[in-house]
């Protein structure tokens, strides 16, 4: 594999993908070949799977939806994020694997190892090199902060419990997998916040 994988996590509402954002625009500026893409979505078919499962009138069982998320990523996997790392590109993807341990795995008591071996395909073949993980309490989340409340979609309308499950589930995956990890507490100033993750991202040599 020539190119780079990396992924940005976290909870609800704590500027992930604006930090994502942030570093596609640093790294076009050098010259680099990137792929933004995001999870569940990134092909025709994962964005279908996308609709049903953010489907707020749609009762959908844990184990489906687990189901449903590892079908969207497979997708992606195949046609998306390793044909652009096989051309030697940075792919940049907001949520990943990670976000099924934290929401199945953790928050909806299906078992981490349950989703690990549900995800053998992107445990096996296409891990990310490194995983930005935005460690903020979905609690005091800028968006709460800010009193912006959206909960428009099925995942987002769970309550603060689920949320707070997601968020001790992300903790439990960057000691899991701490190798790839690169856990960054986000400041108030978001460019603060970046030039951390940049940092991160040069000590371990991905960029
Ligand atoms: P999205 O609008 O992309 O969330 P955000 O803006 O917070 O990144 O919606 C994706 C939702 O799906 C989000 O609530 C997290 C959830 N999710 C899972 O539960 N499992 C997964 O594997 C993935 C990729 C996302």
Redesign the pocket.
């Known amino acids: 594999m020539k190119g780079k994988f990396i992924t940005f996590e976290g909870c609800?509402?704590v500027g992930?993908?604006t930090q994502a954002k942030l570093l596609i625009k640093y790294l076009e500026e050098k010259g680099y070949d990137v792929v933004f893409t995001?999870?569940?979505g990134g092909t025709p078919v994962a964005e279908r799977i996308r609709e049903i499962?953010?489907d707020p009138t749609l009762e959908i069982t844990s184990r489906t939806?687990a189901h449903l998320?590892v079908a969207a990523?497979n997708d992606h996997i195949e046609n998306v994020i390793l044909p652009n790392l096989e051309k030697g590109k940075i792919v940049i993807c907001?949520?990943?694997?990670d976000?099924?341990i934290a929401?199945?795995g953790v928050a909806r008591n299906l078992g981490i190892e349950y989703i690990e071996e549900l995800n053998k395909v992107a445990f096996e073949t296409c891990l990310p090199d490194c995983t930005v993980f935005i460690n903020m309490d979905p609690a005091n989340s800028w968006r709460k902060q800010i009193g912006e409340v959206i909960e428009d979609?099925r995942?987002?309308s769970e309550n603060a419990m689920f949320h707070a499950k997601c968020f001790k589930g992300f903790l439990e995956a960057s000691k899991r997998y701490k190798n790839r990890y690169l856990v960054v507490e986000p400041l108030e100033d978001k460019m603060q916040t970046f030039n951390k993750i940049l940092e991160g991202l040069k000590d371990r040599k991905i960029i």
């Open positions: 609800e509402g992930k993908s995001r999870e569940p499962l953010l939806e998320f990523r907001d949520r990943y694997v976000s099924s929401y199945q979609d995942m987002e």
